[in-house]
């Protein structure tokens, strides 16, 4: 049984041979459909110079579907500390917080949403990659500003993106709610909250630990179907691997035939483990199973699959099977 609440992270993939046009026309119908399903919040993550994920901005997407939806908690998850000013972070969400009251979220993140160098430095103005001192530096910058200088009210809640100690560590120090990227790092996962937890200190924006945990699912009628749906994503995961950032996002048809390594299969499935693939009592009984181990207070669910409907028919299968209560 899950008893916390369900949320979504959409990473706008873009369909092989699709216009950017056509992937945004499925986020604002993504973004009305989760808000009729139940869903208690939608992140949209920033990305750039991808074939795969569409780039764009988070703030973009948050203030579209905000005025296009009515209840659903909308926000950056995450929007990347780095490639932004600090100042510029809390005038944008600050006044996105005051237009849509209670409804809006500033996810932080770290990485440059970049695999091709060149990309990340334009995006820094040729800066290299940010140390950690420079991290919590802007981190800090940011709540400060959405405090001493926004002159807006209410305010939205921030959030720490994470997928290491480091940045549990960053959070507990800063007294942040945290949300733990479990699809792209398992591996880390435990240790990581445990370190958050042990070192949390209560500040104006979390008065205790607060976990988010982010979930790769897929779910269908049947387990051949979700691994079918599943496959594309195993493609472009195998090319990442190999450090090819250029991968398109194929066919659930192309992906069947493509030639996977031994290692890369093992890997796969490895990875696959972690997660949740399958039919709704299988997907429902792997996040149940998470939220045990890890004590998460509530899931996201990120579901990178070829066409919007079946996408949409996933988090609609979940939904059938869970009680979900309310983000907070």
Same mark, same amino acid.
């Given at each position: 049984?899950? /008893?916390?609440?369900?949320?979504? +992270? =959409?990473?706008?993939?873009?369909?092989?041979?699709?216009? @950017? %046009?056509?992937?945004?026309?499925?986020? /604002?119908?993504?973004?009305?459909? +989760? =808000?009729?399903?139940?869903?208690?919040?939608?992140?949209? @993550? %920033?990305?750039?110079?991808?074939?795969?994920?569409g780039a764009f901005p988070p703030v973009v997407l948050t203030a579209h579907a905000a005025a296009l939806t009515s209840s659903i908690r909308l926000g950056s998850g995450g929007v990347l500390a780095p490639n932004h000013a600090p100042i510029m972070l809390a005038e944008q969400?600050?006044?996105?917080?005051?237009?849509?009251?209670?409804?809006?979220?500033?996810?932080i993140g770290r990485g440059p949403g970049t695999f091709d160098d060149s990309t990340a430095r334009a995006l820094r103005r040729g800066a290299g990659p940010t140390t950690d001192a420079e991290y919590r530096d802007d981190v800090s910058s940011i709540l400060r500003f959405l405090v001493d200088e926004i002159a807006l009210d209410p305010l939205p809640e921030p959030w720490l993106l994470s997928s290491s100690t480091a940045g549990a560590a960053l959070a507990a120090e800063l007294g942040l709610p945290i949300a733990f990227a479990?699809?792209?790092?398992?591996?880390?996962?435990?240790?990581?909250?445990?370190?958050?937890?042990?070192?949390?200190?209560?500040?104006?924006?979390?008065?205790?630990?607060?976990?988010?945990?982010?979930?790769?699912?897929?779910c269908a009628e049947t387990e051949e179907e979700a691994a079918r749906l599943a496959g594309p994503m195993d493609v472009v995961k195998a090319a990442l691997l190999k450090g090819q950032g250029d991968i398109t996002f194929p066919t659930p048809e192309e992906a069947t035939t493509h030639p996977f390594t031994a290692e890369e299969a093992r890997t796969l499935a490895g990875f696959r483990a972690h997660q949740a693939l399958g039919s709704p009592e299988t997907v429902v009984k792997q996040l149940a199973t998470l939220v045990d181990v890890t004590g998460a207070d509530e899931l996201m669910l990120v579901t990178p699959v070829y066409v919007l409907a079946d996408r949409l028919r996933s988090y609609e299968l979940v939904k059938q099977r869970v009680m979900m209560p309310t983000a907070p």
């Open positions: 049984m899950i /008893t916390v609440p369900l949320s979504a +992270l =959409e990473v706008a993939m873009v369909q092989t041979g699709a216009r @950017a %046009e056509d992937t945004l026309r499925d986020t /604002t119908e993504f973004a009305r459909r +989760l =808000e009729d399903l139940g869903y208690g919040r939608l992140w949209y @993550a %920033e990305h750039h110079h991808s074939p795969a994920i969400f600050g006044t996105l917080a005051a237009l849509h009251a209670g409804r809006i979220d500033l996810g479990h699809h792209i790092r398992p591996d880390n996962t435990l240790a990581a909250l445990s370190h958050y937890r042990e070192r949390f200190s209560p500040s104006r924006w979390c008065e205790r630990p607060r976990v988010l945990l982010c979930v790769e699912t897929v």
